[in-house]
């Protein structure tokens, strides 16, 4: 629903916080607008629980020159609200799922995030991002963070994770910021293809969208049934294992493939050197050296910072699914190794392969944009599952930048 | 980024030991959303101000690559008629801290060094 509202010089986002009953989704909502210092809006609740959503409008940060504007709206958790909550979720521009850690709440978070990839996959433009907030941290019970990579493996989902206790209102903001990250990224894909609405926003408050969510009842009480979001047990949400075709092998990271992509892009980068290093004595300097205090050029063993899911816009492809891994190799710990040619590469968490090679470095974020975009395209074009790799263009630490190639290992 | 519950400390360590302390926030560059904040005047709209800071930001790195110039930028010290606005980037480059103070009742040197103090350990 992203609107460029020129009018207010603002660009309009939606947040939808979604997640199973009970598991923080208002107390969330209500920390961040505590937070934000802006108040929330129920339209009605029963017994505490929210019968059509919570509202928070926030305006501030900029983007491109516009204020960003923040429809912040939680999602009913109930089954009897289900055509509700579809509702909410097709307007969303990112999704902040808010995740129940307890044993119990586990199993209920499986079956609504399965939910909401089913309603997410049938929406058209860029992929709608998605923020696993995992709430709850503070139970001494509470399952660990690498089994809830494991069910999103399991999902097949590319999910960012961020810790939180909403009661104590911890990790709310860090949330909310990164899911506003992931919108903007989808906002600048609909610029780019043209797609971004301009105008007044069709729903512009919370009695705009009450008016309208009550409106597209009457006539869509099916919707949640085809949509398998008017579940009653578990077992009717998850979706039958696919067995392998007879003699059929199990898929394979096209790790080899991928890296030789990405050498071939450095290749003919690098046969396009700079002046500058051409014009030094030796008869060859790659970006691999580096001028030392005496002004000689030396090879550059320097260890690069590893990327991270705060690169700038444009700087990771795919842009969602891409920042939406950098998340994890973030907030990872990562060992890089150097090879004796000088590509710098390490494992993250068992899951990911990260791969630069020696000469995929670059003086200016100008200088190796082209590379990036011709890898880019280079993966695009062999590859149609973009959730399992990107590309980052990213700040090494020592004042350039690398490309890096990032790689599922294995699939849960 | 360090959670905002830490980052709120960090804001009360550096509103410790200085005086005159306007508001302070923690910023996010790419998007100028403020990932902690406290002001002590409720008419200063640090939401506002922590939004067109980080263009400001974002320009003056626009001028330093424009200038070839290879190195880092610190901190940004903007003096005005009755208040000192400092502006420090954060390890890592991917926020900044925002911090305005009275102008009469804050010195200086004090301020900065609180503040690359405290902040040198955000990660």
């Keep these: 629903m992203a609107v460029l509202d020129s009018q207010n010089n603002a660009v309009v986002i939606r947040v939808v916080y979604d997640g199973a009953p009970m598991a923080g989704k208002t107390t969330s909502v209500c920390a961040l607008g505590k937070g934000l210092g802006a108040g929330v809006y129920s339209p009605a609740e029963l017994n505490g ?27 009913p958790g109930q089954t009897s609200l289900a055509v509700r909550r579809r509702q909410l979720l ?76 909403a009661t104590e209102g911890s990790g709310i903001r860090e949330a909310f910021v990164f899911a506003v990250r992931l919108a903007l990224d989808r906002v600048r894909e609909l610029m780019r293809t043209g797609e971004l609405k301009t105008g007044k926003p069709d729903i512009d408050s919370a009695q705009d969208l009450l008016e309208e969510m009550r409106r597209r ?24 294992e696919a067995a392998p075709a007879p003699g059929a092998e199990a898929p394979v990271p096209q790790v080899t493939l991928a890296s030789a992509a990405l050498e071939q892009v450095v290749r003919e980068e690098t046969a396009t050197e700079t002046s500058v290093e051409n014009s030094t004595p030796q008869a060859v300097v790659s970006r691999a050296h580096r001028l030392n205090a005496a002004g000689q050029w030396i090879k550059d063993n320097r260890q690069p910072v590893a990327p991270n899911e705060r690169v700038p816009s444009g700087m990771v492809w795919p842009p969602i699914d891409g920042r939406t891994i950098l998340q994890e190799i973030g907030s990872s710990q990562v060992q890089l190794n150097s090879s004796v040619a000088g590509d710098w590469f390490g494992v993250v968490n068992d899951r990911w392969r990260i791969h630069t090679p020696a000469n995929a470095v670059f003086s200016s974020v100008d200088q190796g944009r082209p590379a990036l975009i011709q890898l880019a395209r280079a993966f695009a074009a062999n590859h149609s599952d973009t959730t399992e790799r990107c590309v980052v263009l990213a700040e090494d630490g020592h004042g350039r930048y690398r490309l890096w190639q990032i790689q599922r290992l294995a699939w849960g | 980024m360090a959670n905002e519950k830490t980052l709120m400390e960090v804001i009360n360590r550096i509103e410790n030991d200085v005086n005159g302390v306007i508001a302070t926030a923690v910023v996010d560059l790419e998007s100028g959303m403020t990932l902690a904040s406290k002001t002590n005047r409720s008419e200063f709209d640090l939401t506002v101000a922590s939004a067109y800071n980080s263009e ?52 200086l040197a004090i301020l900065r060094t609180a503040v690359n103090k405290h902040c040198a350990n955000i990660s």
């Design chain 2, 56 to 107: 400001l930001v974002k320009q003056k790195m626009k001028i330093m690559h424009a200038l070839n110039l290879k190195s880092n930028l610190e901190d940004m010290l903007l003096t005005l008629s009755d208040q000192l606005h400092l502006i420090k980037i954060l390890p890592g480059g991917a926020a900044f801290l925002y911090l305005a103070a009275d102008r009469s009742s804050t010195n």
């Design chain 1, 49 to 75: 629980r929210t019968l059509y959503f919570d509202w928070l409008d926030y305006t501030g940060g900029l983007f491109e020159g516009h204020r960003i504007r923040c429809q912040i709206v939680s999602a």
């Design chain 1, 90 to 165: 097709e307007s969303a521009d990112v999704v902040v799922f808010v995740g129940d850690s307890t044993p119990r709440g586990f199993d209920a978070d499986r079956a609504y995030l399965g939910s909401l990839c089913s309603v997410l996959r049938q929406l058209s433009g860029p992929p709608i991002g998605i923020v696993l907030q995992a709430n709850k941290r503070d139970l001494p019970d509470a399952v660990s963070i690498s089994q809830m990579r494991s069910m999103l493996d399991g999902m097949d989902m590319k999910v960012g994770v961020v810790e939180s206790v």
């Design chain 1, 217 to 240: 009842e009457d006539g869509a009480l099916n919707l949640a049934e085809e949509s398998v979001l008017s579940h009653s047990r578990l077992r009717d949400l998850r979706e039958p």
